[in-house]
């Protein structure tokens, strides 16, 4: 599976930012998909994760409420949208796949993209 992950960018706080990642390469419905994020000097933390059809999806308490997780099976595609950004969710963002289920450890997606940066200024 390659994933190709784009959208990053700098915003204000309180601004909106949508990220996208486009997989290829294998059954996209049948591989869970994840938002990482990494911020200078600390681990891969997960932000949000989809089941393979879309129907479950999980949130890291710091951005419940704020950021939906998406996808499009026909399209190969999954989505963050983030918003009422926050200066702390300044990081790195990776999207990740794994076969079928979710889970939170980053150890265990076998599939990632190659991060985009976003930025929020305060």
């Known amino acids: 599976v390659q994933l190709q992950a784009s959208g990053g960018g700098l915003v204000q706080a309180g601004a909106s930012l949508r990220l996208s990642c486009a997989a290829s390469?294998?059954?996209?419905?049948?591989?869970?998909m994840a938002w990482f994020r990494q911020a200078p000097g600390k681990e891969r933390d997960i932000v949000a994760a989809?089941?393979?059809?879309?129907?479950?999806?999980y949130y890291a308490d710091s951005v419940k409420g704020r950021f939906t997780i998406s996808r499009d099976n026909a399209k190969n595609m999954v989505y963050l949208q983030m918003n009422s950004l926050k200066p702390e969710d300044t990081a790195v963002y990776y999207c990740a796949s794994r076969y079928f289920t979710v889970v939170l450890a980053s150890t265990m997606y076998n599939y990632w993209g190659q991060g985009t940066q976003v930025t929020v200024s305060s």
């Open positions: 989809i089941n393979w059809s879309g129907s479950s999806a």
């Open positions: 390469g294998a059954t996209f419905s049948e591989y869970a």
